[in-house]
């Protein structure tokens, strides 16, 4: 146990070249190596003593010790097995944590917390790889875990797709899912140099805190997210043509035609000029038209 921070610079090269380590490209992995950046990370994730924090890609531990200090407990999930000796040497005397070699994709984080954490609120802090960030962030806002709050460090503009509105050049699916389950805000850009080794992009840490129940009602949230990806398939052609060659969405064109003007809409509307309230209602229209 040492005195200096894991995420200081001579400490990381050091815990790196004891054990033959470098930054492996499938893991997406880049090492933080900015003390500062990482206690504003865990102050914006507003961890407690009466929370389970769950850490995606612990790496070495640089931020698993911040939020072992702070959380009542800690479920760190890393799925490159190099580093599981690491995170026994550096964070290990941890008492209330425990390293799970595992993927995060294929981890029941749900049933871990009822068994080993009961009553405790979950909240997730990750430096996620960048090259599948949306197929964890979608598996975390989907599953049934009772999670409270999800703050990540992801590339920057992901992030801004993810807080974008209607009519910019961001707003999309991805922004549209977020919405829909978690409020996002962006605390805080990062840039390359607080990482070892440096990404080609700059990244941004968001918070989204998980609505209780989500802020538009549907009749069937599949059907919703079917419109949504069918409203986008084809960015640049109307809202009528994206569902009209949905496979999802059983409609002719005529019934679709229908449905936008019954909603108060140009047929030569795009998807991307629709509020996430607006595709609530859409959705609604085209289900009792399926039914």
């Not at 005195?3 to 090269?13: L, Y």
Request: aromatic share 6%; glycine share 8%.
């Amino acid at each position: 146990m040492s005195d200096i921070r894991i995420a200081n610079p001579i400490r990381t090269a050091g815990i790196l070249r004891r054990y033959g380590l470098f930054a492996k490209k499938k893991y997406g992995q880049n090492f933080l190596i900015d003390e500062g950046i990482l206690a504003e990370i865990v102050d914006a994730s507003k961890i407690s003593d009466s929370d389970l924090a769950v850490e995606i890609g612990p790496g070495i531990g640089a931020m698993t010790e911040f939020l072992c200090e702070r959380a009542g407990r800690v479920l760190a999930i890393e799925i490159d097995d190099r580093l599981i000796p690491v995170l026994d040497e550096t964070v290990g005397h941890f008492e209330n944590l425990t390293v799970l070699n595992a993927d995060v994709l294929k981890t029941d984080i749900g049933a871990w917390a009822r068994e080993n954490a009961p009553g405790k609120s979950i909240r997730v802090v990750a430096n996620l790889p960048y090259y599948i960030t949306t197929p964890i962030l979608m598996a975390l806002l989907e599953g049934d875990a009772p999670i409270a709050s999800i703050t990540v460090m992801v590339q920057r503009e992901v992030a801004e797709r993810m807080i974008s509105g209607p009519g910019t050049k961001d707003y999309g699916a991805l922004s549209l899912a977020v919405q829909y389950y978690a409020e996002p805000r962006i605390v805080l850009t990062v840039p390359p140099e607080a990482f070892d080794p440096k990404p080609g992009v700059e990244s941004a840490v968001i918070t989204l805190e998980k609505y209780d129940k989500p802020p538009v009602e549907v009749p069937d949230e599949k059907l919703l997210f079917d419109v949504i990806r069918a409203s986008f398939s084809q960015r640049r052609k109307t809202l009528a043509n994206g569902l009209g060659n949905s496979p999802d969405i059983a409609l002719g064109k005529e019934d679709i035609n229908r449905v936008i003007t019954s909603c108060g809409w140009d047929e030569r509307i795009r998807g991307e000029m629709l509020t996430l309230s607006e595709f609530a209602k859409l959705t609604e229209m085209i289900y009792t038209e399926l039914h």
